[in-house]
């Protein structure tokens, strides 16, 4: 079946220092794989998405790049802020709709 | 839209009493999502729907446990007799529409705590 596998936290940075968060997948077939972001107390929100290969899915600073050929879709901000502490989840969905998750990364960052 | 919307945001009950969570998912939604989220076991998936069809419910952890969406817009997780260990977040999310691949959209979640 399919799986997400995300690097374990916590992970501490300094405010501006560069981040990745690596995620890496097994599925068949050509699933969209999504970054979601969860601020605490909150529940889940998407972060980004991308659908095929070789798209980059980006959005406030972040980036990620779908690599089918390393089955890869790791997370990258090349400033970190302190208000993007947060826990961060890879998931890829595929046919049904139905959603796979990675077990989470907490981020913090420090002033 | 007004998001997916569950309710309670926060329950405190006594061990042994039955809870039911509540979700409304978005409009034109067909699949629905219950998770269970704790610090020891992270994000689980408790049981999915599909067209108001439960699909997949290996994740529910017992008896005790059971989910219903009787339409389209409305879905209950019962806990009953509800007990400590069941303390978590529980979130309820949607995805759709039907033939597309979309993100799942989430609700703030109910804070569940047994005492």
């Known amino acids: 079946g399919d799986s997400v596998t995300q690097m374990e936290g916590p992970v501490t940075l300094s405010e501006e220092a560069f981040l990745t968060i690596n995620c890496t997948y097994t599925a068949t077939g050509y699933p969209s794989l999504f970054w979601y972001v969860q601020y605490p107390g909150e529940g889940l929100q998407l972060l980004l998405k991308a659908t095929k290969a070789d798209d980059k899915g980006s959005n406030k600073g972040f980036e990620a790049t779908y690599r089918k050929e390393t089955t890869s879709f790791h997370l990258e901000k090349g400033s970190v802020q302190v208000s993007d502490s947060a826990v961060y989840f890879c998931?890829?969905?595929?046919?049904?709709?139905?959603?796979?998750f990675g077990g989470g990364t907490r981020l913090m960052v420090k002033p | 839209d007004a998001g997916v919307i569950q309710s309670p945001r926060h329950e405190v009950t006594e061990m042994g009493q039955e809870v039911t969570l509540r979700c409304k998912p978005i409009?034109?939604?067909?699949?629905l999502f219950w998770y269970r989220q704790t610090m020891m076991r992270g994000l689980e998936l408790l049981i999915y729907?599909?067209?108001?069809?439960?699909?997949?419910d290996s994740g529910m952890p017992e008896d005790r446990f059971s989910a219903k969406m009787p339409n389209a817009s409305f879905s209950t997780l019962k806990i009953q007799p509800s007990e400590p260990r069941d303390s978590a977040v529980y979130f309820c999310?949607?995805?759709?529409?039907?033939?597309?691949?979309?993100?799942?959209?989430f609700g703030q979640g109910t804070r569940l705590t047994v005492v």
């Open positions: 998931a890829l969905n595929h046919a049904g709709n139905m959603l796979t």
């Open positions: 409009s034109g939604h067909n699949s």
């Open positions: 999310a949607s995805t759709g529409p039907p033939g597309r691949i979309t993100e799942a959209f």
């Open positions: 729907f599909n067209n108001n069809v439960p699909i997949d």
